[in-house]
């Protein structure tokens, strides 16, 4: 992955449960290397795109990565509404 264009959304590290629309999602942190912690929701790594520079933006929107010699992945924006909190306390 070229995490250059794709920065890992890295926290401390806690898990926890909270349930969005009634759906229960599971928050968890995976680890990465130098002993840093990558936010997950469902076992799904998180990052934002280099060139999104507000909320809302999805500009890497079907971006593709890879190439002629190895897997290619297309990726996929999930938008958060915007009535969503901008912040949300993780408990341990």
Not at 28 to 46: F, S, W
Not at 61 to 86: H, I, K, M
């Amino acid at each position: 992955m070229c995490t250059n264009i794709w920065h890992p959304v890295v926290v401390g590290s806690v898990k926890v449960k909270p349930k969005v629309a009634g759906v229960p999602v599971q928050f968890e942190t995976l680890p990465r290397p130098g002993g840093l912690h990558q936010l997950a929701v469902n076992g799904h790594r998180l990052y934002t795109f280099k060139l999104d520079t507000a909320p809302g933006q999805t500009n890497g929107q079907d971006f593709q990565t890879g190439g002629p010699t190895g897997s290619v992945y297309t990726w996929s924006a999930v938008v958060v509404p915007s009535s969503a909190p901008r912040t949300i306390l993780l408990q341990r």
